[in-house]
Nanobody
Framework: QVQLVESGGGLVQAGGSLRLSCAAS????????MGWYRQAPGKQRELVAC???????HYTDAVKGRFTISRDNAKITVYLQMNSLKPEDTAVYYC?????????????????WGKGTLVTVSS
């Protein structure tokens, strides 16, 4: 069993920054890809960014140039640096991990999920 625990969410004004962190524990030997999804009120969950074990990253168009995903393989931790935040970034952000190491797989779903952390951007 894999556990993913997010931290770093909160309330920020538009234009501000937040950094999300997610640490994996448990049966982590199978984890390859990691990433972040988000779900805004009344909307479907969507991929924000993902990263392979070798550091190849992918972002949804809405966050390109503003968000940066990174990971520490030794700590099995993934980060999401969010800059120039907009009210439309308000959502619950979910950490996710995959036994697969391909972006093409991760954009359609993940194998393990955290419980989520709320990010609220005020205008």
């Amino acid at each position: 069993q894999v556990q993913l625990v997010e931290s770093g969410g909160g309330l920020v004004q538009a234009g501000g920054s937040l950094r999300l962190s997610c640490a994996a524990s448990g049966s982590v030997g199978s984890i390859k890809g990691m990433g972040w999804y988000r779900q805004a009120p009344g909307k479907q969950r969507e991929l924000v960014a993902c990263i392979t074990s070798r550091g190849t990253s992918h972002y949804t168009d809405a966050v390109k140039g503003r968000f940066t995903i990174s990971r520490d393989n030794a700590k099995i931790t993934v980060y999401l640096q969010m800059n120039s935040l907009k009210p439309e970034d308000t959502a619950v952000y979910y950490c996710a991990a995959s036994d697969n190491d391909y972006v093409a797989y991760m954009v359609y779903g993940m194998d393990y999920w955290g419980k989520g952390t709320l990010v609220t951007v005020s205008s």
